[in-house]
């Protein structure tokens, strides 16, 4: 009897190892064919050594071992006790020189070790956490007990799984999706028809995108506020205001219609490493919307310069009561128009999270339309259309050459606002650049505290680690091949469910 692997099942763990992001399977199964799965579907890679956790609690002092899975081992190796003798607090100063490993590793557990290790070794948890792989004969409260503590480190945890055994485990993760529409299905947020992992990069690609997106608006809805509040200071200094036709048109043809379409590009069908920013307050989305404020007011300082150097301009008289008609209005009217559709292009940037910008047919639609109406309200002359510059209130400047170029600007201005944020505000030069000046020295999340701490000699195959003075570890300290060692503990983690 054989239960082969769904063919699709290879090519997902190597997308998502390919993402950098870690793959772990927890199940009920026996260990062995468990590590068996893991190593045939490319969890375990081939060049990697399986190193099995065996801990005891049936004697006085609970004990740890670690075991070389080797290929072939059968359950009568599992269960066979080495003959390394147990270290004592005398022995500390005298290293004790076990095998050690050649090649990198992974470790793999079964349930009623991890139970040992989580009441008597808190110390040695993490450093399980971090590198075990394949965690078998788990119970339910185990699988999801794991989920929790990955958690505790720092990890984003999704977990896969088709049982009724996995619902504690899906309700605990971040992201659980169920495979079945049966028991599982009710304790997850996710579940998929097909009942194969194929899903899995579907949904990681849909929630970076769905996170993506939302930036992208918030930061359009912020910078188009600030881009209003610039253009009426700048227009109060005239003592001139914005009229109200020019507000509708706007807020009501402009804004509404881009914030609406920005946000149905359709994901990106490639995972890639880097991860999208996963805060607001973040460094690199602060710096970015600093960055675009910044260019936005030299952009409408700079039109209403090259208005003023006009030898034809006469300014407006300032006067007690607020002047609408005016030259100064109709310029930064017509620098708006093109500053906000700006915006919403270089804000919905595709790769590698979204989809390219022309694959959003309603986003297209939409430009099609605009771009064209705003053309037309900066080129037209003032005979044409007389009523329609009456209903918005502005004055069409007079010469042709002119009104060119104020188009040309705020082209120019398009061009350098969509290259600044898809070539410059998500570079990793530029990330790295922020992290030195912010002086981040350490990373935040715990678990790569623990995996920057490992030492290279760890673990030591076939001693025997116990408790100090045979009582728990409290004080987080273990007596480990001849050493007194401290751990200090916290890209995405997978778990899968069998």
Known sequence: MKNSLKPETTPVISVLKNANIRTVMVTGDNLLTAVSVARECGMIEPDHQAIMVKADSTSATPSVTFHLLKEGSSLAFLLQSTQAGILQQSQLTSRYHGEQLDKPFTLVIDGRSFDVVRSHFPDLLPKLLVKGSVFARM?????????????????????????????????????????????????????????????????????????????????????????????????????????????????????????????????????????????????????????????????????LFYLKSREWFVPVVVKKETTILCGENTMIFQASIFLYVSLAVSLSTGPPYRKPLYTNVLFMLCLAVIFPCN??????????????????????????????????????????????????????????????????????????????????????????????????????????DGHITKHSIQDDNWSGGL
């Not at 048109?249 to 359709?266: N, Q, R």
């Open 375 to 480: 053309f037309f309200i900066t080129l037209a002359p003032v005979h044409w259309l007389p009523g329609l510059w009456n209903f918005l209130q502005i004055t069409p400047h007079p010469y042709l050459f002119f009104r060119c170029g104020v188009a040309e600007i705020a082209l120019l201005y398009m061009l350098l606002s969509y290259l600044l944020e898809s070539h410059v505000f998500h570079s990793r030069w530029l990330h790295t650049i922020l992290k030195v000046v912010r002086c981040k020295r350490s990373p935040r999340n715990r678990y790569k505290h623990i995996l920057a701490g490992l030492d290279p000699d760890w673990p030591c195959l076939g001693v025997r680690i116990r408790p100090i003075n045979g009582n728990e570890n409290d004080g987080h300290t273990s007596i480990q």
């Open 139 to 303: 119970s339910p409260d185990q699988k999801a007990q794991l989920v929790t503590d990955l958690q505790g480190l720092g990890y984003g945890v999704g977990m896969c799984g088709d049982g009724a055994n996995d619902c504690g485990a899906l309700k605990a993760a971040h992201a659980g999706i169920s495979l079945s529409e049966a028991e599982a299905s009710v304790a997850s947020p996710f579940t998929s028809k097909v009942p194969n992992i194929t899903c899995v990069p579907k949904v990681i690609m849909e929630g970076r995108a769905a996170l993506t997106t939302m930036f992208s608006v918030f930061k359009y809805m912020a910078l188009y506020s600030l881009s209003e509040f610039t253009s009426v200071a700048i227009l109060y200094w005239f003592n001139s205001a914005m009229g109200d036709k020019e507000y509708l048109y706007i807020d009501m043809v402009i804004v509404l219609a881009m914030a609406f379409v920005m946000g149905i590009t359709e994901p990106y069908p490639h995972l890639c490493k880097q991860r999208p920013p996963g805060t607001l307050a973040g460094v690199d989305v602060l710096f970015g919307v600093i960055m675009h404020v910044v260019l936005m007011m030299a952009y409408q300082a700079g039109v």
